[in-house]
């Protein structure tokens, strides 16, 4: 099986552009979930979907903001970038069983490492 | 949220060493991971243990949920064991809190 698929892999934007990173989740796996890794704040959960729904978001502004498609495939979005940003930013997929939170392992993609000049 | 210490911060272990790396949390969870990252960014998950002990090659992991706290035992240490080590729980709804990790370095 193919892991989690992350691009790109790197980007270098300026303050204020915006953009885009995609994530792949493994096959089957429908819920896909978004970290950002710095080494000041180490790492920190962005926001979670599961069939298009977005579940749990973390303590982010709004310039932060994401989505999943019919196929569980997910895009975060962050506008008027600012230097701050730059970071790693995971995706992460899990093989969500029916319950509550989190109750399977994640499986994280290889990260796009942004950076914001 | 939930807090999670790791400890200890960093550690140096010469190769075919062993090593113990705890992971406290400050609440109930009904599960924690242990993620291995390796020196080009990449996270892996090592083990999801709720409770009890597994075993994974040359590593294993004890979780005591009572009691708050996980270890990670690394024997026979190699090289390619070299990276941070985070483990991480359930905060609320779908999220993970990470602890800060343990940096180890394997030397030849």
């Known amino acids: 099986k193919a892991g989690v698929t992350q691009t790109p892999r790197y980007l270098i934007k300026t303050r204020g552009q915006q953009v885009t990173l995609s994530c792949s989740p493994i096959?089957?796996?429908?819920?896909v979930s978004w970290y950002q890794q710095t080494p000041g704040q180490g790492l920190q959960f962005l926001f979670e979907?599961?069939?298009?729904?977005?579940?749990n978001k973390g303590n982010f502004p709004g310039r932060f903001s994401g989505r999943q498609f019919s196929n569980s495939r997910s895009e975060m979005n962050v506008s008027t970038l600012e230097l701050g940003d730059s970071a790693l930013y995971l995706c992460a997929s899990s093989l969500w069983v029916m319950g509550e939170g989190i109750n399977s392992p994640l499986h994280f993609g290889n990260g796009t490492r942004l950076t914001v000049t | 949220g939930i807090q999670v210490e790791q400890s200890p911060p960093d550690l140096i272990l010469q190769e075919g060493a062993n090593s113990t790396l705890r992971c406290n949390f400050s609440d109930s969870v009904n599960n924690l991971q242990w993620f291995h990252q390796n020196p080009w960014g990449q996270l892996i998950n090592l083990f999801y243990?709720?409770?009890g002990t597994k075993q994974n090659g040359g590593l294993s992991a004890t979780t005591v949920a009572t009691e708050r706290y996980s270890l990670l035992y690394i024997s026979s240490s190699q090289t390619t064991d070299s990276g941070v080590y985070f483990c991480a729980v359930p905060n609320s709804g779908y999220a993970l809190n990470f602890g800060k990790g343990t940096s180890l370095l394997v030397t030849p």
């Open positions: 096959s089957g796996h429908r819920s």
């Open positions: 243990i709720p409770s």
């Open positions: 979907y599961f069939s298009e729904t977005q579940r």
